[in-house]
Structure formats: structure tokens, C-alpha cells
Nanobody
């Protein structure tokens, strides 16, 4: 599975961005069988979990730092996962990575080690 993240950019504090992550069509996998997640890595820091969505879209989980501001969603027909980011803060500045893993229906993995496939990252910069 190849993932391509996009949508990053420069935004002012309080602004919004929507990130997208599209999975390439490849034989041997079905997008709807993947749990999907977003992670981020700020300069000089470890990569951290942001949010995840289960295969059946019924379960989502968010890091406390983004809860109420970020929303994850997926479109299985378009093979794409989205991250809507509102009320952005300077501390949200980071490279954002999408990730995927083939798993059971309701699993919402929250650690890096749970994921098998990773996108290349897209930079989000929030100016103060």
C-alpha cells in the first residue's frame, strides 16, 4: 500500500487546514480493510499519535491535544483519509504523516508499531 499525503501549508493561529492521504490502487489489498491514522512530528521531537479511524468508520480516537479541534474521516470509494484541523495553534506545527494497517473492523491503533504502511508526510506550519 502506498500512501500520499497532501494539504499541508502555512496558516495563522486559529485557522484551518484539511489534510488528505490517498492510497494508491494496488493488487492484493482492499482499502476498506485498513485502519487509518495520522501522526505528527515537530522539529526536534518524537513522532506522536494524533488520531485514528477504524475500518468500519464507527470508531475514532484522538490525542487529548487535538480533541475537539481535529476530525478524521475516510472515503473508501476514493481510497482517501482526511484530517480536518480547526482552531490551529503554533504547537500544531509539525510534519503530519498518514498511516495504515490491515486489521479487524473496530480496531483503532494508536501507536507507531501498530501501523505497517506510511505516507511521506506533509508540513503544517502555524504562525503566531
Amino acid at each position: 500500500v502506498q500512501l500520499q499525503a497532501s494539504g499541508g501549508g502555512l496558516v495563522e493561529t486559529g485557522g484551518s487546514l484539511r489534510l488528505s492521504c490517498a492510497a494508491s490502487a494496488a493488487s492484493g489489498y482492499t482499502f476498506s480493510r485498513l485502519a487509518l491514522g495520522w501522526f505528527r512530528q515537530a522539529q526536534g521531537k518524537e513522532r506522536e499519535f494524533v488520531t485514528t479511524i477504524s475500518r468500519n468508520m464507527k470508531s475514532t480516537y484522538y490525542a487529548d491535544s487535538v480533541k475537539g479541534r481535529f476530525t478524521i474521516s475516510r472515503d473508501n470509494d476514493k481510497k482517501t483519509v482526511y484530517l480536518q484541523m480547526n482552531s490551529l495553534k503554533p504547537e500544531d506545527t509539525a510534519v503530519y504523516y498518514c498511516a495504515a494497517v490491515s486489521t479487524i473492523l473496530t480496531f483503532t491503533p494508536t501507536t507507531e508499531h501498530d501501523y505497517h504502511y506510511w505516507g511521506q508526510g506533509t508540513l503544517v506550519t502555524v504562525s503566531s
